[in-house]
């Protein structure tokens, strides 16, 4: 079993940034992809950002040149880094781990920009 929990959501001015954590637990096996996913009321989750466990990422248009996303594989935990943030990146985050064709996602941490 797979159990992820985030953290590091919050309240923050237009331009600012905010540090997003997701730690791992369980079985976790080599190859294992994780990825920052968000939703906001009345739209569908949207990928944010993935990286893969050698390193590889893919970033949504709308966060590209703001977000970095990082793991650190001996820790098991990912990784976002929200900069020059803006009142349409207010949703609620949702770290996900993808492994042996299976997801698993953790609850979420809301992150709201606002002035």
């Known amino acids: 079993q797979v159990q992820l929990v985030e953290s590091g959501g919050g309240l923050v001015q237009p331009g600012g940034s905010l540090r997003l954590s997701c730690a791992a637990s369980?079985?976790?096996?080599?190859?294992?992809?994780m990825g920052w996913y968000r939703q906001t009321p009345g739209k569908q989750r949207e990928l944010v950002a993935i990286i893969t466990n050698g390193a590889s990422t893919v970033y949504a248009d709308s966060a590209k040149g703001r977000f970095t996303i990082s793991r650190d594989n001996v820790k098991n935990t990912l990784s976002l880094q929200m900069n020059s943030l803006q009142p349409e990146d207010t949703a609620v985050y949702y770290c996900?781990?993808?492994?042996?064709?299976?997801?698993?996602w953790g609850q979420g941490t809301q992150v709201t920009v606002s002035s």
């Open positions: 369980g079985s976790i096996f080599r190859g294992a992809a």
């Open positions: 996900r781990l993808t492994q042996l064709g299976s997801h698993y």
